[in-house]
């Protein structure tokens, strides 16, 4: 009997592991790859995937991956390691190109002939335009609102007037011309409504297009001034990319490309820290927290961050206290 036990115990545990891993494979899988990678960094090479391309950038899988190769090549040049190779149809990263409010700023302003480079010359374009379209606005939006409190209050009377007259069933000829004529007025108002609403709303997606793109442009260049806030804007979004690590899996999603370039840097930083580098202080440094130089190569910062990220846990603790005790002895 005490045998049939076991056996029945075993039989369920091995049921409820395979339940469990067949629900959570993905988490575990992820789980084991960062255990893996915290206890020996830089051990085996990381592989990434091509997971999406929003069409709206009008970039092939091809010309991505290409990007992509040559971000990996920035960190396998100088240090002479192989940290990353790309996995067609699966790997431990997936790398994605999201579009969202960042890049539509950039391309609204685009077709509006504004300059979007990160100088002070541009961000200075932008703000005199975005203070004179904001005055503008204002009363654009006041006669707006104005008209349409009217064609309100008209369109009320004339329904009431229209309830009245279908609730006693007759009006004569003259009056049925009348209410035709007022009808139509009111129908061509609300067309002229609409039109000035489009055109107020155009404005005001400008404006927080040309908002978005001047705070990058404050956090790029260290600039100290005011942020820009208004209603309806997309503030506070200023990521061009990100890495991330959850229950989902590993991801780097980059959300902007202004040339290929920009986008290089933008890869080969998520792709830092992927690797477990955080930012340095180096500003020309690929992992620089700004990300705005002009640089393609490891900086001495840059190799500074990797060898610590390489270097196992167990090892880093046992050379801080090892340098510890030195700092200790007495001279």
Known sequence: MRRAIDW???????????????????????????????????????????????????LTEAEFAGILKDAESIWEGLSGLDLLE???????????????????????????????DRTAAAYEQLRKRYDSMSAALAPHRARMDARMAAYKRDEAEYNSVIAE??????ATPAQKRIFET??????????????????????????????????QMILDLDMNVEQYNREGSAMGVYEEGIYRQDARGRAIELYKYHDRDQLLRLAAHEMGHALGLGHVDDERAVMSALNNGKNF??????????????TPPLRRAFDRLFSRGEEEKPS
């Not at 000035?196 to 709303?201: C, H, T």
């Open 8 to 58: 029945i115990l075993l039989i369920a545990t091995l049921a409820f592991a395979a339940w469990y891993w067949h629900s959570h494979r993905v988490e575990l899988r992820s789980t084991a790859a960062i255990i893996k990678i915290r206890m020996k960094p830089c051990s085996s090479p990381v592989s990434y995937y091509v997971a999406g391309i929003d069409p709206r950038y009008g």
């Open 86 to 116: 790309r996995a067609d149809g699966g790997g431990d990263i997936a790398v994605s190109m999201v579009y969202d409010v960042r890049q539509e700023s950039v391309d609204r302003l685009r077709k509006l002939g504004f300059s979007t």
């Open 165 to 170: 007259y279908n609730r006693i069933g007759r």
């Open 182 to 215: 007022v009808r139509s007025r009111l129908a061509r108002e609300y067309a002229g409504l609409k039109r000035l609403e489009a055109a107020v709303n155009a404005d005001i997606n400008t404006l927080n297009a040309l908002a978005t793109a001047m705070n």
């Open 297 to 310: 190569e490891l900086r001495p910062a840059d190799l500074a961050e990797l060898q610590r990220a390489c």
